[in-house]
């Protein structure tokens, strides 16, 4: 990610070709993938909420992340490239606010009127790469742009799971996946 990242600066800096870079963290909403877990463990959580299954969070669940809805993103990225401010910078863009795993997955269930959490010992191989609390400041982002993200989490997971609701086999059924 940040040899893609330089070589595009590179590129604005040497060929004048315009350039930025945004960095975001945990960007959820419909269309992502929820089929398995490999990819993050957001889409996963609301795919195990859908059918009401058991989310299992290592340890307390105390660990802190933030989260951009898609449509925020989106947002970010066409106020990037109308502005010549963000040309040849690096960018966060986070969501709202931080939020532990233990109360989004809270948040989840109690909007899903399903699924259940059961908190599990760190398994070594997981514990080894968890990044801790980890959110992204993007002050710098609003600043040169004015841009915040506007979607709260609650908000963003209703029209996330209203479109599994409708969609749900295209995501996960093996016959449907590359229909999506």
């Not at 290592?58 to 963000?86: I, K, M, N, P």
């Not at 109690?110 to 259940?116: C, F, K, L, P």
């Not at 002050?139 to 969609?167: C, H």
């Amino acid at each position: 990610k940040v040899a893609g990242e330089y070589y595009h600066l590179v590129y604005n800096n040497i060929f004048d070709i315009r350039a930025c870079s945004l960095r975001l963290t945990n960007v959820y909403g419909p269309r992502q993938l929820i089929k398995h877990d490999r990819q993050g463990f957001i889409g996963w959580f609301i795919r195990l909420a859908l059918e009401n299954d058991e989310i299992q969070v290592y340890g307390d669940g105390s660990q802190l992340r933030d989260f951009v809805y898609v449509d925020d993103a989106a947002e970010a990225f066409l106020e990037a490239g109308a502005s010549d401010t963000c040309n040849g910078n690096v960018y966060n863009v986070g969501g709202i606010e931080p939020i532990s795993l233990r109360d989004l997955v809270k948040l989840l269930l109690e909007i899903a009127h399903a699924g259940t959490v059961r908190y599990v010992t760190w398994p070594e191989d997981k514990r080894a790469i968890d990044i801790g609390n980890f959110y992204a400041d993007s002050t710098k982002f609003k600043n040169a742009v004015g841009w915040t993200a506007k979607t709260t989490l609650r908000d963003g997971f209703l029209s996330t799971l209203e479109f599994y609701r409708k969609n749900l086999r295209h995501y996960v059924d093996a016959t449907h996946a590359n229909e999506s």
